[in-house]
């Protein structure tokens, strides 16, 4: 058995108070692979990045990978006095072996770059392969780059497991994980609360089988934590 957390980190809101949080919450629930959306470089606060942060203090993750990260002016539609940072991120218990990424196409009116950080870690001694999802905030563009990175994948010859924030509150009428089985599928839930909806998701090839489903509801994001356990792996 294997234990994933998917979080969108939130980048640098309010972290002061949800870094602690996030540290216990992984201390007590110790999944072995960890996916991290919206993890930042912010020189206007640190001059390390979110996930080298966190990293301090969970020594028992000595594995990790950051994307490569976009370069951004604005947010919330306001001008930064100082350029920040932003990508993903991937701490692990176990080897990571192998990483890349896969560069979505943009959108018309899409201002952001947007990759899959896919990469295979060895469990017991077998290779398995992962990808990282954090696709576009419209629910046609996440649509869109799901299906070409689902392509992508299925060219290759692949079925990676899939965690992340996918954008999609309708990913499950959307009928595009051929071959998946997806967590809220297995137990619903509300992973933003926010909007009342689910955003967060983790698929898992057919071959494989969900044992547990779980929200982290302590205060670590805007979004709560996806912990899921998988069999098979």
Known sequence: MTSILTLNL??????ETRLPNI?????????????????????????????????????????????TI??????????????????????????????????????????ESRSILCFDVEINSTIFKFANIHFAN???????????FINFIHTRGEKRVLAGDFNMFKLTEHNLLHGYKLSYAYKAYDSYPKDNGCLD?????DNLDFIKVELLEDY????????VDVSGI
Not at 220 to 227: N, R, V
């Open 70 to 111: 976009y370069r951004k002016e604005f947010q919330q539609g306001q001008k930064l006095d100082m350029p920040i940072q932003h990508g993903m991120a991937i701490l692990s218990k176990h080897p990571i072996l192998n990483s890349f990424e896969y560069y979505v196409i943009k959108n018309e009116g899409e201002e």
């Open 201 to 205: 998701y983790v698929a898992i090839p």
């Open 220 to 227: 670590l994001s805007d979004h709560k934590g996806l912990l």
């Open 23 to 67: 540290v216990k919450a992984v201390k007590a629930k110790k999944p072995d692979i960890i996916f991290l959306q919206e993890v930042q470089i912010d020189s206007a606060v640190s001059s390390f990045s979110q996930v080298e942060i966190i990293k301090k203090q969970l020594p028992e993750y000595p594995y990790s990978v950051h994307s």
């Open 138 to 148: 419209k629910e046609e563009w996440a649509k869109k780059q799901c299906e070409e």
């Open 10 to 15: 939130w980048r640098y809101y309010d972290f």
